[in-house]
């Protein structure tokens, strides 16, 4: 089970951290992921990383403004946002497969979090 925090209302130019914790299993050998889906839009992927080597990737969308991070002794990710645009409001939504993916982008992980709301006012 996966459960995202630290969604929320911020002004456009502002900062948040989502936070995504896993119960029932552990990140190790796993991609762990972000995707978004806001109203009217289709699931976009936002980034993801891998818990064993730490490589991330992302989208060109959010590139230079979001980052994404791990810590494998909580089991939690992070995606720290900033620089956040009236683009960026959605629910956003930890993802996580076994293993490598190479289209990190498609919204085909097994295992997906509840979402979080992240609301950004211009």
């Known amino acids: 089970q996966l459960q995202a925090f630290g969604g929320g209302l911020v002004q456009a130019g502002g900062s948040l951290k989502l936070s995504c914790t896993a119960s029932?299993?552990?990140?190790?050998?796993?991609?762990i992921g972000w995707f978004r889906q806001a109203p009217g839009k289709e699931r976009e992927g936002v980034s993801c990383?891998?818990?064993?080597?730490?490589?991330?990737k992302y989208a060109d969308s959010v590139k230079g403004r979001f980052t994404m991070s791990s810590d494998n002794a909580k089991n939690t990710v992070y995606l720290q946002m900033n620089s956040l645009k009236p683009e960026d409001a959605a629910v956003y939504y930890c993802v996580a497969v076994r293993g490598a993916v190479i289209r990190w982008y498609d919204p085909l992980y097994p295992y997906w979090g509840q979402g979080t709301q992240v609301t950004v006012s211009s």
């Open positions: 990383i891998s818990s064993s080597d730490g490589s991330t």
């Open positions: 029932g299993f552990t990140f190790d050998d796993y991609t």
